[in-house]
């Protein structure tokens, strides 16, 4: 069959070389394999007839039985139309044709049995149905019939050639006539009885040409799990490989460092879910083979300890450490954060920016290489060439999707034998998500936050009620409160966005004037240093307003900022929102998130508005983004180009049957790691065949 499935598209009847270069083109489609796994988009239920005097004009699509009784020409030019007059006993509609009008008449015969199909329109006070399908009612039993219609996406380009939706299942047909009896089942006989899944042959056979209803669902099922359970076994095994073959440094000790930041500098209790992940990491670091963890928790949840005290065992165990962050701002304020902290101990931190001057750059690459410097914070400029580490031992990134995968990987290979890895997101993922994207990657969840936090008050107000929503501000404000104002900034609409941002800066300035009030800015036009400059005034509580555009989405900890007010926030996808939301609630004050939109939304925009406003809980927040966009704009899916590639599984909807895969997979690989048993070849095979095609899923990192 491989021989079958391999060859090209236009081998096959009925496309030859044009329709073959069209299929290439705007589907994809080069191989009958390709074709073969083009699945339908959707179904139409054909198993009803309807009699004439039924119809009411409510109806969707409907099909009918019966004879053309006479044909009709009305109009001239551009209005010419042909009319059949179809009657099945009970009545007679009008079918009606603009375009092909002599071609169709030709091809249909008066008196003849036919099955029509369409929507029914109701106009002066008669049925009609515009450009049905028609078909032979004796030959349409000749073909693998159908109740349940698939339906293809198809392209206008395509359409314009004839192959729609219908004559793209011809050619399904066709291929499906050569390969009767010769699809290979691809996964083994023992995992088909024992989880009730139809033969491969079959579930493709129903996938487009379902026989009932009953068997689309099996082999949709079949076809997803199918799919599904390759990836993770795929993953899986992957990942396995890498934990056998890994080796790590062992930090097997905690010591003075540790010790003693507990004992004398830690300013709080721990939350058990940061004492649950630190043990987690420990355990990793002392196991002897390399740590690559991803630890996920909601913004403030406080990953910034946890990622301290890892360090901190890598001090103890003779090792240096380093932090990476996607921005200066959030760099400078780890710095800040972590030497206020370490207050008394003698930890060497230093702070490597892209404004990092020179002579400064020197002395620490300097002190890296003797191993003076402990602990090194930074942005992109750690990864340089010339910044090399006596021996670093563990590497934590900080809101890691914001870097690309290649600078990742730059980070850990700086030693002779690569260093722990840990990896920080706020960005909830969905478990199931995680599983797939993050498969090969350990992952630990802060999912409580430090205890006093008042959950932040989220309101939706129309941008009518600002006079309102300033009002409210200066309140804030006389209790001492520091405000964000957020301006959506895209690359499409960037002048337009400049525009707002300015206008409104404008406006507040305005309402906020000197000397009572204080109003800084920051955008993404500004030099580095004005915007630390600007971003420092409102840190040291200078300021009362910060107006900016998305640039502080991550990680800065203003604890007084009580205030968030996400202008357009209809612009916002729901992530981002809960990104920015995260900006304030840090302190013990009641914070307030208020979201200005117009009122024009969309359905999908009052969705994200609703949710926003419902709910404080990223994990939540994430599983409805999901469900709402598709894995294809979630962070991370680009990154790893699987979305893109299932040909038939959901990411967002179909997770509890990737939680039940996984689980199959996992015992599969428990009992034959490396897939040997005569059983299994067929998975081997399989994953053979899988990897030389697609993206590998899991080289995220
Ligand atoms: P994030 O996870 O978003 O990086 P941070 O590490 O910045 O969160 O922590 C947010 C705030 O919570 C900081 O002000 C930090 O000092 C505080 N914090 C962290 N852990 C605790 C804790 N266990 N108890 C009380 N406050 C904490
Ligand atoms: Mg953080």
């Known amino acids: 069959m491989q021989d079958y499935l391999q060859q090209e598209i236009k081998f096959l009847a009925g496309v030859g070389p044009k329709r073959a270069e069209l299929l290439n083109k705007e589907l994809g489609i080069y191989t009958f394999e390709d074709l073969l796994y083009y699945f339908p988009y959707k179904y139409i239920d054909r198993s009803k007839f309807y009699k004439i005097n039924e119809l009411n004009p409510n109806l969707p699509y409907i099909q009918l039985r019966g004879k053309i009784v006479s044909f009709d020409t009305l109009g001239t030019g551009n209005k010419k139309r042909l009319i059949a007059y179809f009657s099945d006993g009970t009545g007679t509609i009008e079918l009606l044709w603009f375009k092909g009008l002599s071609y169709i008449q030709k091809s249909l015969l008066l008196n003849n049995e036919y099955i029509i199909f369409g929507k029914p329109g109701y106009f002066g006070g008669k049925y009609n149905i515009i450009h049905p399908e028609v078909e032979d009612s004796l030959k349409s039993q000749n073909v693998i019939q159908a109740k349940l219609q698939a339906h293809y996406n198809t392209t206008e380009k395509l359409k314009k050639n004839f192959l729609h939706s219908k004559a793209v299942s011809k050619l399904v047909n066709n291929l499906l006539i050569i390969l009767k009896n010769k699809i290979q089942e691809t996964l083994p006989v023992f995992l088909l009885n024992k989880y009730k899944l139809i033969s491969l042959d079959a579930a493709l056979v129903n996938i487009h040409f379902p026989q009932n209803a009953d068997l689309l669902k099996k082999a949709i099922y079949r076809l997803k799990f199918e799919e599904l359970f390759y990836i993770q076994l795929n993953i899986l095994q992957k990942r396995s490989f890498r934990i056998q073959k890994s080796i790590g440094y062992v930090f097997s000790k905690v010591g003075e460092y540790l010790n003693r930041f507990y004992q004398d500098n830690l300013p709080f209790e721990l939350t058990d879910a940061q004492k649950r992940v630190l043990k987690e990491i420990r355990k990793d670091l002392g196991s002897g083979k390399q740590m690559n963890r991803l630890l996920q928790g909601d913004v403030g949840s406080g990953k910034t300890l946890v990622a301290l005290m890892s360090m901190l065992i890598a001090?103890?165990?003779?090792?240096?450490?380093?932090?990476?962050?996607?921005?200066?701002?959030?760099?400078?304020?780890?710095?800040?954060?972590?030497?206020?902290?370490?207050?008394?101990?003698?930890?060497?931190?230093?702070?490597?920016?892209?404004?990092?001057?020179?002579?400064?750059?020197?002395?620490?690459?300097?002190?890296?290489?003797?191993?003076?410097?402990?602990?090194?914070?930074?942005t992109h400029a750690l990864i340089e060439d010339t910044v090399?580490?006596?021996n670093l031992g563990l590497v934590i990134i900080d809101e890691q999707h914001r870097f690309g995968v290649a600078q990742r990987a730059k980070l850990w290979t700086k030693n002779d034998q690569p260093s722990h890895i840990l990896v920080m997101t706020a960005t909830p993922i969905p478990r199931t998500l995680a599983m797939t994207i993050y498969g090969d990657l350990d992952i630990s969840v802060i999912d409580e936050l430090p205890p006093g936090r008042k959950p932040i008050q989220t309101t939706h107000l129309y941008d009518s009620r600002r006079l309102r929503m300033?009002?409210?501000?200066?309140?804030?404000?006389?209790?001492?409160?520091?405000?964000?104002?957020?301006?959506?900034?895209?690359?499409?609409?960037?002048?337009?966005?400049?525009?707002?941002?300015?206008?409104?800066?404008?406006?507040?300035?305005?309402?906020?004037?000197?000397?009572?009030?204080a109003v800084s800015v920051v955008h993404g036009k500004m030099k580095p240093q004005e915007k630390d400059a600007a971003m420092n005034l409102f840190i040291k509580g200078q300021t009362h307003i910060m107006v900016a555009t998305t640039v502080i989405e991550v990680g800065v900890n203003i604890p007084n900022a009580s205030v968030m007010v996400i202008e357009s926030a209809e612009r916002f996808g729901l992530s981002q929102l809960h990104q920015l939301r995260g900006r304030v609630g840090r302190g013990a004050d009641q914070s307030f998130c208020i979201l200005m939109t117009s009122y024009k939304l969309s359905n999908e925009a009052r969705k994200r508005i609703e949710i926003i406003t419902r709910t404080n809980d990223g994990f939540e927040i994430a599983e409805a983004d999901l469900k709402l966009r598709g894995p294809g704009d979630m962070e991370g899916t680009q990154q790893s180009g699987l979305a893109f590639d299932l040909k038939i599984a959901n990411l967002g909807q179909d997770g509890q049957l990737i939680q039940y895969v996984r689980d199959i997979a996992e015992g599969i690989l428990d009992d034959d790691p490396e897939l040997k048993n005569s059983d299994n070849f067929i998975f081997a095979k399989q994953l053979k065949k899988i990897s030389s095609k697609k993206v590998d899923f899991s080289v995220i990192s």
């Open 315 to 378: 001090l103890d165990n003779g090792f240096q450490a380093c932090i990476m962050a996607p921005t200066e701002i959030l760099a400078n304020q780890h710095f800040t954060t972590i030497k206020e902290l370490l207050i008394g101990l003698p930890v060497q931190v230093d702070l490597l920016t892209g404004s990092t001057k020179t002579a400064a750059r020197k002395t620490i690459h300097e002190n890296l290489r003797n191993g003076d410097l402990n602990i090194l914070i930074g």
């Open 470 to 517: 300033f009002g409210f501000l200066k309140q804030q404000i006389e209790q001492g409160r520091q405000i964000y104002i957020v301006y959506p900034l895209i690359k499409e609409s960037e002048k337009m966005d400049y525009k707002d941002l300015e206008d409104g800066y404008e406006s507040i300035s305005r309402a906020f004037p000197p000397p009572k009030y």
């Open 388 to 390: 090399q580490f006596k």
